[in-house]
């Protein structure tokens, strides 16, 4: 239960039916135990359904389950919601349920749950920022409704409508997940070569691992709210770069020649979609790259958010690909790629 006095209490996570969902639990439920001066919080884990392998993973863990369908029960997600004092507010395009043209209605209705609950804090996790530019030779380009971005930036201008500021701290995951390049595994296991676009290789792009996004997240969710609601952070690991840049590393972690073949983003996009099987997860990860705004290609502003949030940095791309079974992905040639 909240307290007016510590800015501490029971925490919910959304979108606990995703990868990203799982892993956020984990932590929150870890930092106690690795900080002794924290004390344990109640962790409820939201998703739609309570009978899955990945509800009761999270049972075993020791996560309260709450199963609901946000879409459908106002009520529920109220009842859900109430008493709790923070909410993470994951909305994970890349779960197994969420359809891309429902992203927006599915933040909404969290928010709209989470203030008739009397939630104290919500924490947005967002893969996007309006920071972003977009291409000045197209100036009257709008971004479509039914893309990720435009229904994420509608989340977030929303939430500040429902919540003061000092209710809200935004979390920003921004571009290449280290997780997300084991999508083109089976493609460089075949070509050994790495698949690039043939236009806009010069963007550069930030990559954070996952365990990077939950450790914010835990260290956000377990502090009183005030010490960082008003704030957004951008979770991003001590590394920039280009796309040309991203498969020299991963080649060159693979030990393998420097080889790229260039494409349309059409067909790179039908490689991911056929490497992971769904079509939406496959414009979500181009959304996140910058190839469906058509972005300016340039050198973004590092940020060090991650190391002020949690004391330490985050993994760049070649300790990634030293992890344990990480290499393998890209050498087998029947793989099931796990997004995260």
């Not at 309570?50 to 609901?68: C, E, M």
């Not at 996007?128 to 990720?148: G, Q, R």
């Not at 979390?171 to 075949?190: E, N, W």
């Not at 949690?310 to 992905?329: I, M, P």
């Amino acid at each position: 239960m909240s307290t007016s006095a510590t800015g501490k209490g029971s925490i919910f996570v959304s979108g606990t039916d995703g990868d990203k969902g799982v892993t956020i639990v984990q932590q929150l439920l870890q930092f106690p135990q690795q900080y002794k001066h924290l004390s344990p919080q109640v962790i409820y884990a939201g998703l739609p359904d309570d009978t899955t392998p990945r509800a009761k993973s999270l049972q075993g863990l020791g996560a309260n389950v709450v199963a609901f369908d946000i879409f459908n029960d106002h009520t529920a997600a109220v009842n859900a919601l109430t008493g709790v004092t923070k909410l993470c507010l994951l909305i994970d395009p890349l779960s197994e349920r969420l359809q891309k043209s429902r992203a927006y209605h599915y933040g909404k209705a969290f928010i709209d749950a989470a203030k008739e609950a009397n939630v104290e804090h919500v924490i947005f996790l967002t893969p996007f920022t309006p920071l972003d530019a977009i291409s000045n030779n197209e100036p009257t380009e709008k971004v479509k409704y039914d893309s990720y971005r435009s229904q994420f930036m509608l989340i977030e201008s929303y939430l500040h409508t429902q919540f003061n500021t000092n209710q809200i701290t935004l979390l920003r995951y921004p571009g290449v997940l280290h997780q997300h390049l084991l999508v083109f595994g089976k493609y460089i296991a075949q070509h050994n070569a790495f698949p690039l676009p043939n236009q806009q290789m010069e963007i550069t792009v930030e990559s954070c691992n996952m365990i990077d996004i939950a450790r914010a997240t835990a260290c956000v969710a377990h502090s009183p709210t005030l010490r960082h609601s008003k704030n957004s952070y951008k979770i991003s690991s001590p590394q920039l770069l280009t796309f040309e840049e991203v498969s020299e590393r991963v080649l060159s972690g693979l030990d393998r020649e420097n080889t790229v073949n260039l494409m349309d983003v059409d067909t790179l996009q039908k490689i991911i979609g056929e490497s992971i099987g769904n079509d939406d997860h496959a414009v979500f990860l181009l959304e996140m790259w910058g190839l469906q705004q058509k972005l300016k290609g340039r050198r973004l502003e590092i940020t060090r958010d991650l190391e002020l949030l949690t004391g330490q940095s985050g993994k760049t791309l070649n300790e990634f690909l030293k992890e344990d079974g990480v290499r393998d992905a890209f050498l087998s040639h029947i793989i099931l790629p796990k997004v995260a």
